[in-house]
Each structure stands twice: as C-alpha cells, then as structure tokens.
C-alpha cells in the first residue's frame, strides 16, 4: 500500500475536505483539528500542508496553513 504523500492531485482535495469536514480521510473518524480521533489515530498535520501547497500550485502566496475558522 502507498502512503498518502504520494496521491494524485485530484486526491488532495478530498483530503482536505474531509480535513475541513472533521471527518479523517483514512478511517472515516472523528478528527480533532488535524489529530483523527477515530481508530487510526492519524496526524494529518503534514498532508494537509502538503495538500494546500500541492492544490495552490504555482501561486506562491504565504498564508496559514490552517483551515479559517471564522
Ligand atoms: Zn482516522
């Protein structure tokens, strides 16, 4: 199995809205800002940075990384 470092483009934004959703992309759990709290207990600290960087492509704009939660 390959880990999610190497997803397609078309993948990353699935990851991040289910990052956005709360919901882990892997086991479907409940996540606690990027900590999944369901059974793989997963940080998706790393591909969500990934993801955004990967989404925004060539626009190097500097932003928070994080979602906005207003
Ligand atoms: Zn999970």
Excluded: Y
Excluded at 5 to 24: F, M
Excluded at 49 to 56: D, G, I, L, V
């Amino acid at each position: 199995m390959k880990t999610l470092d190497t997803l397609p483009g078309e993948s990353n934004t699935s990851v991040i809205s289910s990052i956005i959703n709360l919901v882990c992309p892997q086991c479907g759990g409940r996540m606690s800002e990027f900590q999944c709290e369901g059974r793989c207990s997963r940080n998706w600290l790393a591909e969500w940075e990934w993801a955004n960087q990967a989404t925004r492509s060539s626009k190097s704009r500097r932003g928070h990384a994080g979602p906005s939660m207003r």
